[in-house]
């Protein structure tokens, strides 16, 4: 994928995955860093399970980003003892 598309699931997917866990979003510098790392570990999570991991900017890759940034977001709030929706 190219860095292009990379931002944009990760703007899309951090936005998504920070309305899930504390109902309001991180800015939009933070959803796109949190969506794209989120991105990554949603792709190892997925195979590590034997399923596809993030192939191109389509659904499927969005559900796994999601995925992903709402575990990075779980951490991240744990980490900095921040209180989240969830």
């Known amino acids: 994928m190219s860095i292009i598309a990379w931002i944009i699931l990760g703007l899309i997917a951090g936005f998504i995955g920070s309305k899930i866990v504390n109902k309001s979003g991180e800015g939009v510098f933070l959803d796109i860093i949190l ?17 596809s991991h993030v192939t ?8 796994v980003a ?21």
């Open 56 to 63: 191109g900017l389509n659904i499927y890759s969005l559900l």
């Open 35 to 51: 969506g794209i790392v989120g991105a990554v570990v949603g792709g190892w999570l997925f195979s590590a399970f034997g399923m």
């Open 66 to 86: 999601i995925v992903g940034a709402v575990v990075v977001l779980l951490v991240y709030h744990a980490l900095t003892g921040r209180r989240s929706g969830v």
